[in-house]
């Protein structure tokens, strides 16, 4: 599998309060989605989502579906967040 998950993060101070984290502090997964690896490479990702979206602002997780087969794609922890059409496009 050449897929790479990768997070689309809140934007920065989009939640923060006042009392909020201070800036730098980790910002929460918005959605999770699938993306090609770049041609020739099979740690960077490739210009768009299985979705179709813009990788560029993206932040690429750690986690390669290869690495852990019978399991889900992308993180248990964000099962909540994932793109629904990358994910339908995974599971084909």
Same mark, same amino acid.
């Given at each position: ?9 809140? $934007?920065?101070?989009? +939640?923060r309060?006042s *009392?909020?984290?201070a800036?730098? /502090? ?9 993306a090609?690896a770049?041609?020739?490479?099979h740690?960077a990702?490739?210009?768009?989502t299985?979705?179709? $979206?813009?990788?560029? +602002?993206?932040?690429t *997780?750690?986690?390669?579906?290869s /690495?852990?087969?019978?399991?889900p ?6 099962a909540?967040?994932v ?6 496009v995974m599971?084909?």
């Amino acid at each position: 599998m050449s897929e790479i998950v990768v997070y689309e993060l809140d $934007k920065p101070g989009a +939640a923060r309060s006042s *009392a909020g984290p201070a800036s730098g /502090a980790e910002r929460r997964v918005r959605k999770v989605h699938a993306a090609p690896a770049a041609p020739g490479s099979h740690t960077a990702t490739g210009p768009r989502t299985l979705c179709g $979206k813009d990788t560029f +602002a993206m932040e690429t *997780a750690d986690w390669r579906p290869s /690495a852990h087969p019978g399991a889900p794609w992308y993180p248990e922890e964000h099962a909540s967040v994932v793109c629904p059409d990358c994910d339908a496009v995974m599971e084909t």
